[in-house]
C-alpha cells in the first residue's frame, strides 16, 4: 500500500500508532475527518512523504521527531518529508526561545 486517501470520511477517534509500520506509504490523507488526541511519536520514525491531517481535532503538541522528519537525510539532499498539512487543527507549542540563526534554509514551496 502506497496511497491511502481517507479524506472527508467521518473518521474520529486518536490515530492508530501501529499505522508507523506501514512502511511502503507514501501519501496520506487524512484531512477533514474528526479525528482526535495527539500526534503519535511512533509516526516519528516514518512518515510517509506526502502527509495531511488537515481540518481534524487534533491536539497537543507537535512530537520532536515529527519536525525533523522535515531535514535532509544524512546522506541525501532530499527531504523525507515532502508535504505536511497540520492546518486547522487545535495544537499549541509551549517554548520560550525559538533559534534559528546561522542557517541556510533554503525551500522550494508553494504554501508556508
Do not use: H, M
Amino acid at each position: 500500500l502506497q496511497v491511502l486517501n481517507l479524506r472527508s470520511n467521518s473518521l474520529a477517534g486518536p490515530l492508530p500508532p501501529a499505522w508507523s509500520q506501514l512502511n511502503n506509504l507514501k501519501v496520506l490523507d487524512l484531512s477533514n475527518n474528526t479525528i482526535s488526541g495527539t500526534l503519535p511519536s511512533t509516526w516519528s520514525s516514518n512518515l510517509p512523504s506526502d502527509l495531511s491531517l488537515a481540518d481534524n481535532n487534533i491536539s497537543g503538541t507537535i512530537p520532536y521527531g515529527w519536525l525533523g522528519t522535515c531535514a535532509p537525510e544524512d546522506n541525501d539532499r532530499s527531504w523525507k518529508t515532502q508535504y505536511l498539512d497540520l492546518s486547522g487543527n487545535r495544537f499549541s507549542w509551549k517554548t520560550q526561545y525559538l533559534d534559528l540563526s546561522g542557517n541556510r534554509f533554503s525551500w522550494k514551496t508553494q504554501y508556508l
